[in-house]
């Protein structure tokens, strides 16, 4: 039988996960080592150090969850909502609707706050909604919307959390090491993340800290978190110092994400940011002279996700099934209720590159054409 030739790498301009830098899969491609290995634990300590800078953090527990970003999400309720608690979740896309349906699967009295797709939340809503809520434990919100490509703007919302003595749980998915996230600066509670958007690893981890307060209002519950994977005191006794063992942690994924982690901060923080804002505008320079218009509005707009209406009498799937099988280059189609309406490009991580930007430029005009 003849060998298989595989097929060449994708172009990956979605809404994750995105391209991957060569001296990540060659790290994940190492012989893997126990979960108990002495190797893997200075791994582990090397990754919650680096993690930490680019949260923005001196929280203790900070980790990396197995899971993707969903898995954060699922067990930030799950540690933080005990039955009868009030959530208050600020909902201005389709990531927001999911924290609604998680909470309340865990449940919370969801007190929920929309903003039209395409807007960031307003802070004076969330104030009147929250005034009015009765045990009101935790305020949520999504900063980067992938559905929508807005910029949830964090500051007024940790403020209005401070004032009611709740938790402010942030989902930066599509944000961390793209755009700054600035936890303890901004007073963010709990955070989580996804390796496969702007960290440059395939997807399989949850970047997650917690801060103190939070692990003491968590500590403080008088149930039992039902979610034994995602028990956070459970979890702190492998990561921590007796690393006793909980479950088989994918080591291979791991290595990956130390070399992720280290390529970041050679890159540095600021340049790395200052590379998403200039690809997306570049972008959006591009995509306007061919006459698209952005969805989210105009000074909300993130570096990492890109989201356009649909040109006039495009068909959506039929374009961007050409980019893939004619330019082997991926965009995201509308979620939600925004399916067949928006394209959802992503400029994030090793994707985020002039060349890769170049590259779909031509390739659009000629797939429109
Ligand atoms: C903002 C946001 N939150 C959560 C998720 C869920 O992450 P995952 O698909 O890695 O589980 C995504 C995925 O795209 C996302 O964009």
Known sequence: MSAQRLPDPRILLGPGPSCVPPRVLEAMARAPVGYLDPELFEALEEIQVRLRTVFGTANPFTLAL??????????????LVEPGDTVLIGVHGFFGERMVEIAGRYGAQVVRVDAPWGTPL????????????????????????????VRQPLEPIAEIARRHNALFLVDAVTSLGGLPVEIDRIGIDACYSATQKCMGCPPGLAPLTVSERALERAAARTSRVVSWYYDWKLLANYWGGDHMYHHTVPVSLLIAFRESLRMIQEEGLEARYARHQNVSRLLMEGVAQMGMQPFAQEGYRLPTLNALHLPA?????????????????????????????????????????????????????????
């Open 313 to 369: 009498g495009a068909e959506d799937v039929t374009v961007r099934r050409r980019l893939l099988t004619e330019y082997g280059i991926e965009i995201g189609g509308g979620l939600g209720a925004l399916k067949g309406k928006v394209w959802r490009i992503g400029t994030m991580g090793e994707s985020a590159s002039i060349r890769n930007v170049s590259l779909l430029l031509a390739a659009l005009k000629a797939a429109l054409a």
């Open 122 to 149: 307003n802070p004076a809503q969330i104030e009147e909604a929250a005034a009015r809520a009765d045990r009101l434990r935790l305020i949520a919100c999504v900063h980067a919307e992938t559905s929508t490509g």
């Open 66 to 79: 197995t899971g993707t970003g969903m898995a954060g999400m699922e067990s930030c309720f799950a540690n």
